[in-house]
């Protein structure tokens, strides 16, 4: 566990000393749960996006994307649920005085007793070796069944009783489990109570005329309000998507964690409208195609779970968070829901307006159903910059820190380097740059020894480094070193582009 913070601790340490993320407002001491993206965060930031992005819109034909606005009617809010049960449920330690999300505290409890689990698993393969076979250990253990079937027993309890509002009932388990505060061990709880996440703001000049309007929570209602005129103006046949990428608010009681969980943050979400009854159909497909997504990204398979809801949302019928292995454990990155026709028809009630589909294959008027995938910018960036940021014995005993970001995602994608800072080498290397830069974003560093450049460069993730020496004024050729392998080779000026291509432009990435 101590390696686990450890690890947290440089993540956080050195997205600062290399510019990709700041606390906000840091002058001031920073403004909690809430950070400011650097020169290279802003970049890896816009690079995920993209990423998702051309994978979502550019590459479905029947997927489209849109921007709306982050305030809407206040009507929406009241339409979509969230005004009365966009809650979380919170407890206080009387001691401490800390807050914590009670639903948190228990999950966090159950996930120990998991961990409980995989250590037996992990103790039986190293005693059977070769010979184990994981899933009759698992079926016939008694130890590993009882823990899984305490953990599920503990799950389903929470779930039912969030569903049912049964606050007591919660209360009642973090004290039958004898949960204690995280940071205090202090077992004196307050009662459980409901907290509502969304952030007022007003509309208008004056106090008295002024309307009470919310920072969106979530992007996913500008695309339900936009259904009828994207449907429409784009004649789209179900079924299709809506895609949109933007800024959400959320006034989290229990922000730590980082960029984990912030109060301004960024979603990509997008909507598949289908036919009603073909919903679950397409909930698992959308499970597949997000996680080929997140795999392709080559951050190791082992990182990602599926954890599949007890509780479900106030709009759901099926929901699964795509988890991954952050420093402090397995969490949600993305959720996959199947919201049913709630929330266009919630908005056909409020608002008088139809929002339907006709079927000409049908010939039906219906509201559509709706498969919703939705994942947290700052959290796919954590996922991201925590899984790359590696500390590497070399062969010749010394230490590298490398960030090894997939290339398609690294901010700088290629550093050109003049070996010496004399006899036309910069030169060259500025027209090197020169000619880069219209197509990517290179940086040309002239300061300190080859090496230490090399490492400068290696930390703060650039694939790739172009070196000009005095041979390349005679043959125009430079030397390509490789950030991951540290491989070298010699290329002629004229490849690089080609080069820097295939390594890191959408259409090689996704054809690899
Ligand atoms: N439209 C559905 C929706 O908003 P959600 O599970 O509440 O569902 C979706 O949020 C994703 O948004 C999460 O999986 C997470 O990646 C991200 N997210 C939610 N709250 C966040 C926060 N406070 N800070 C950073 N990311 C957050």
Known sequence: MAKQEDL???????????????????????????????????????????????????????????????????????????VDAFNDPLIDNKDSKKR?????????????????????IEKARKRFGEAFDEEQFVNTNDRVQRYLSERKEILERLGRSLTNEDLKDVKALIEELDIADPETGSRNWTDV???????????????????????????????????????????????????????????????????????????????????????????????EVRQKWHFSLGLGEENYRFHDHDKLAHYANAATDIEFSFPFGFKELEGIHSRTDFDLKAHEEFSGRKLRFYDPELKENYVPYVIETSIGLDRMFLAVLSASLKEEELKDGSSRTVLKLPAILAPVKAAVLPLVKKDGLPEL????????????????????????RYRRQDASGTPLCITVDHDSLEDRTVTVRYRDSMEQKRIPIAEISKLISEETDFKHWMKK
């Open 100 to 120: 914590y999300r009670a639903d948190v505290l228990v999950e966090d409890h159950a996930e120990k007793i998991l961990q409980k689990a995989q250590k037996e």
């Open 429 to 452: 290397a500025q027209e090197i740059i020169e000619d880069l830069k219209w197509d990517f974003n290179v940086q040309y560093d002239e300061k300190d020894a080859i090496g230490r």
């Open 193 to 287: 109570r409901q907290f509502n996440l969304m952030f007022g703001t007003k509309l208008g000049a004056s106090s008295e005329t002024a309307s009470n309007l919310y920072l969106r929570p979530e992007t996913a209602q500008g695309i339900f309000v936009n259904f009828s005129n994207v449907q429409k103006t784009g004649r789209m046949k179900i079924p299709f998507g809506i895609a949109q990428t933007g800024k959400a608010f959320r006034n989290e009681i229990v922000a730590r964690q980082f960029i984990f969980r912030m109060r301004e943050f960024e979603q990509m979400e997008m909507q598949y409208f289908v036919r009603p009854g073909e919903e679950l159909k397409w909930y698992e497909h959308w499970k």
């Open 8 to 82: 947290f601790k440089n993540v956080i340490s050195h997205a600062k000393e290399y510019g990709y993320i700041f606390a906000s407002s840091e002058i001031y001491d920073g403004l909690s749960a809430v950070y400011d993206y650097g020169q290279n965060g802003a970049e890896l930031k816009k690079n995920i996006r993209e990423y998702w992005w051309k994978s979502m819109v550019q590459l479905h034909q029947e997927i489209v994307g849109i921007d709306a606005a982050i305030l809407m009617h206040p009507t929406t809010w009241k339409a979509s649920g969230h």
